[in-house]
């Protein structure tokens, strides 16, 4: 006997919907407005005193609070997003869902540093997409049809948040997500936050890096302008030429849908992750094998902020493979 | 209650890895105070006379001394309660005779005038014992407002320095005492102790015409104050070390040892009694390293009346970072206190090794102080060290000391030394 996650009603192991509320007990997702991210109960100096505002009373530490640290798990899927340690706030935001029987769902956005509020801006993309992919999850509809119809919800979602009088400053994020059914895995991206593919060691199918960026720089390098290394230390390696919100008009996605027939894992990332772990071999150092998602989503945000944590950082790890869907 | 107090912090948060010394400006402001006067009943101010035998010469002295007392009297408001001391190297009640206080009322006031009017001059100096009768008559009062204003013209002869360190540290917070030296005979240094000691005031007035309108406005002051025994609570966190609490503005008053612990990490600094008025406070807190990244609070300064309510809270952060764009900007408060506060030091300094006939070291110490009133745009005190330097060229500091200069404005700018600029609003 298990209970109900919208009504504490007791529920029944095989009730698809439960008999007090109506939800449907076969769908589980990241609630909308984000994880909560409370302060730990305890400080890491052992003291249980915490102020208001997050500081511990013995040691004077700020407690991570609200969006500083969100971590969420369902089945065969695990995100977390971190502030890092140089900015004041985390912009990244992340969301996704697990459909019994069906499949899982996610989503990360990068607020754009430039604009404002991207806070708001990247929960509202990935929540609004979170809610069209999980639909599709249920319904059994089309994923890459699926994926385009999310961008555009997340893209309103987004938009909504501008302001008339200033345009350029309109809150944007970046967009990639991922949908995974018994037929594959589909990767859709806006921006420069990214999907890979990291297969389990000794499998046929390589890791890889499953988006292309869409910089500046990327576009450049895509011409022949620039090689990858002159790219890497451009300054405009960073800059967006394509983002979701009120000053990006009509955005459609990226689309690519990777078949694998051996297990591994798709990871999503802001690039406070690939910043410092960008190719795969980077990433197949830092992760590790046999793990649980959570973990691996652990081990490699852990890996950022030792290297600076410049950035914020978000993961979200999704197992892919026979017998590991459920 | 009948104040609201604000508390702000002015602080650069962000340090380099490694370091650990944290700089804050919190400024403390109360309002509303005049909208809801405090009653008559709550405040009591005894006026302490120094009645030595210097006080005959010039005659016009203690003439002054009285008219001063005089006009202080005609400035308490009905229903405050009042005495007048008379100092010499014993000590006297004066008004009213039996050691207590009278409360203000229009035959009060002529009765105390009267006998003020009766007073003379003849005997020592010793002020330790003023002010522990001043002590003693102000620990009937009930109410929260004690005030003292103490007039001398001398030095503290008929007692040693370690008597009257005593005293002080008996009565030290128990009343607010502005103190006031008239000619040129009375010391600097020892008045400072006293008026620091009391959290009051100390100034010279050079010439006794000025006294009545100095002891009215000191009187109409303290008529004008809200709450009093008002502390500042300190708490850091565990490994910290506070390096100093100072107030900075108006004058600069180092609280640093005047520190009572009351609670796990946390400390209570005496701030006296307010009115309508806003303070700044340096504080600078030295705590453990962290990492860059982290942040933590390095101290939460809370205004707290003398029955423990906290009226204002503010917090001083500290966030490391390996930016140095963030960690190496100057916050201009943090600066500009500093600066007034070196100001006031190498006054002092400088003024004690000109009269001990070290030139090279006056010279240099006036000359810094006058690089530093002129950057600081603290006019009052350049004008005052242009009397007792010839000015070559403020900004780099270049000066002559002056031959033959008054010993009154020699100590106009020791007593003021401490009086500061209040930092520009951008």
Redesign the interface.
Known sequence: MTNCPECDAPVGAKDRFCEECGRNLLVRATPVGGPDGSAAAQCA?GSEDI?D?G????????QPVGRDRMEFVLPTIAGISDR???RARNEDSMAFGHVHARGVAAIVCDGVASSERSDEASQAAVDAANAVLVDALVEGSDPERATVLAVASANRAAGELARPEAQDVAPSCTYVSAMRTDSGVVVGWVGDSRAYWLADDGAKTPSRRLTKDDTWAAQLVADGVLTEAEAVNDRRSHVLSRWLGGDSGQVSPHVVTVVPEEGGIVLLCSDGLWNYLPEVEDLDAVRPRGAAPLEIARDLVAAA?HA??HDNITVVVIEVGVGRER | MSAEFAVEVFQNEYLPEGAREVDAIVTVSASGVSSAPVSSADIAQVIIVDCSGSMRYPPAKLNAAKHATVTAIDALRDGVSFAVIEGTDTVRMVYPREQGLAVASTRTKLEAKRLVRGLTADGGTAMGRWLALADRVLARHRGGLKHAILLTDGQNQHETPAQLSRTLASISGHFTCDCRGVGTDWQVEELRKVAEAMLGTVDIVADPQGLADDFRAMTATAMGKAVGGVSLRLWTPEGAVVKFVKQVSPTVLDLTDRRTESGPRTGDYPTGAWGGESRDYHVCVQVKAAGVGDRMLAGRVSVLTAGGDVLGQGKVLAVWTDDSALSTRINREVAHYTGQAELAEVIQDGLEARKSGDVETATAKLGRAVALAASSGNTDTAKLLAKVVDVVDPVTGTVKLRPGVEDADEMTLDTRSTVTKRVGKP
């Open positions: 100096c102020d505002d500081f511990c009373e013995q040691c004077g530490r700020s890092g340690r140089r902020l600076g944590g």
